[in-house]
């Protein structure tokens, strides 16, 4: 017999799935290079920061052997270390040489390409303007590929602070920031400073890029939007704020229970998405709980397919796929 009262059981009318949505390819190379390590050496690995930002995922990987830590005293010697997603600053890989760790760097290669860049840039005599959110760990990585010579904006009035000690300036973004905020900010830049370099090709990542431009198209077509994410997850923000720019009220949760019922009152159409780092199975443990709610019909929309796939590091890329698949079950 249901128990639910009857006006929760009618909230709901359709769902309106993003497409794309969930893990990019960084994401789904980040994790498999933890459980690789976990299988390939046993537990337990050591990862500098969380892996990826989801709660679900970092909770999922300590049950197999993975523990978590943000200072290197914390590993002990001869120890096998995975650096996250979001990349680390020159500071910390030294450390971890000093420390002969064995270690497997997950740094998405989007993020990778950045540091490539500045490095690159910097040897050339080059000065950095970086878009970005203060204290976010990509952030910190990217701006700890220099010691000096790099200056943080994090929105339009802070680029009139920026007092670069040369005449050659480049811009670098975080790749997981508002594809719009980015640009406004980027605009100021080359106002101010008129002769600055861009990249070749735009720091914000295809995933990110895309799952905004789904958050475009669905928004007007909902009353309400829901995000699947972390709190500490970048991208996964933007898509709640991006929601809520176009008018339409977006909630962003970790797991279905975070789904308030009142949220649906007078909103039955659903728009649903999930972040970056967000996994599919708690996207259906939302749809589940919006058919609760009464949802009948959960329709995709059309959408970018994503095709991108990034190679492992070596040490951990010569087992077969099929051999590691079985391992994973």
Known sequence: MDTKPATEQHLVSDVLLAEPRGFCAGVDRAIEIVERAITRFGAPIYVRHEIVHNTYVVNDLKTKGAIFIEDLADVPPGATL??????VSREVRAEADRRGFQVFDATCPLVTKVHVEVAKLAKEGFEFIMIGHK??????????????GIYLVEDVADVQKVQPRGRQLAVVTQTTLSVDDAAAILAEVKRVFPHVREPKKQDICYATQNRQDAIKIMAPQVDIVIVVGSPTSSNSNRLRELAERLDTPAY??????????HWFEGRPRVGLTAGASAPDILVQQVIARLKALGALSVRRMAGVEETVHFPLPKGLGDKSMREFSASRS
Do not use: C, I, K, R
């Not at 204290?135 to 000096?148: W, Y």
């Not at 797991?255 to 019922?261: E, G, N, R, S």
């Open 82 to 87: 995975v650096f996250s997603a979001h990349g």
């Open 135 to 148: 204290g976010h760990p990509e952030v910190e990585g990217t701006m700890g590929q220099l010691s000096d």
């Open 252 to 261: 962003m949760v970790d797991m279905a229970d975070d789904l308030q019922p």
